[in-house]
């Protein structure tokens, strides 16, 4: 019983040790709860600098900015080959010349076109004795002095030299002899084998793959002229499917070049696609554009420029309320608990220091309008 009572008295010395002061437990404080995905962490001190406003419906107007790149106009542009197979006699129009329609570019002598006039006469010889052997036929058959069987072959026969022509005429007018000559008589004609290239359009050569002395021709795919009209340019541009309503033909647009970044090039939208690339998603806008002193040149990389908006209220905050990271924009939202949450957004048009808000968000939901960079630093840093 002694010994029971001793050990009893240790123990209970043992467990006052174990007391705080005041011979109080300790109590175990419980580990903080993970914060939500998502949610910002920020610092008391943090709180005054952060402003909250509510999103709202309000008309906006702005501009669509669209990246792009600079090309030839497409109805003023073109690639010219030879017709014909010759030797390259003569080089008129050189690299950087400006030419009008009809200009004379370069002078082939060619077989081709001495072949082909020789067929001509001979076939225009024929159907001129066709005609002739038809028209005796005729009347021999009306005086009964030939038969129904010899008509029909004479017609037959004028009718072969009637198609013969047309198709020898119609190869020298492939050839670009002119119809007026070959509808001279044969005594006044001017038809040699020297064939001449003209240009097709009113530009300048801006890519020329010819010598004298040189074989074309032989090859349909061998381009020997590039002439392009540059006054008049067209910028090809990438529109998404959201900003499709907000594209339409003949609207003004301004562009910009990263060569002149202080000027703007007027132009108006010509085209606007009808496919969507399965790949960007976007849709091809054409644009033409005045090439004012020239200063354009095809292949630029530049961005094209529209007024879009309209008097229908859309749903707009602040811009300095929409943070990017990696291309997704975000905004951070008030929770009832009062937390921030990080909430990613499809952004719209911008108008002076607002910005349309096309999905992520509900109009009258709290939106940090100031700030937001500080709760994305606070969030990054856990």
Known sequence: MTVRLVTGCVLLALLASGCGEGGKTEAVQPADKPKPAGQANHSPE??????????????????????????????????VSSPVVGRVV????????????????LSIESADIGAAYSDFVKAES???LAKRNYELAKDLYETKALSKKDLVQSENDFLKAQAEFRRARQRLLGLRVPAEELDKPRAERLITSRFDLKSPLTGTVVERNVTVGQTVGADPTQMLYTIADLNVLQVVAEVYERDLSSVSKEAPVTVTVEAYPDETFPGTIAYVGDVVDPTTRTIKVRCNVTNRDLKLKPEMFARVRLKVGSSTPVLAVPKEAVIEVAGQPFVFVQSADGRYVRRPVVTGAISGDTIQIREGLQAGERVVVKGALLLKGEQEKG
């Open 126 to 128: 024929d159907l001129n």
């Open 46 to 79: 943090l709180r005054p600098q952060i402003v909250v406003e509510t999103a709202q419906l309000k008309p906006i107007s702005g501009d669509l900015s669209l990246p792009g790149k600079v090309q030839y106009s497409e109805d003023r542009y073109a690639k």
């Open 90 to 105: 003569e080089v008129r129009a050189k690299l950087g010349d400006k030419v009008a329609a009809g200009q004379v570019l």
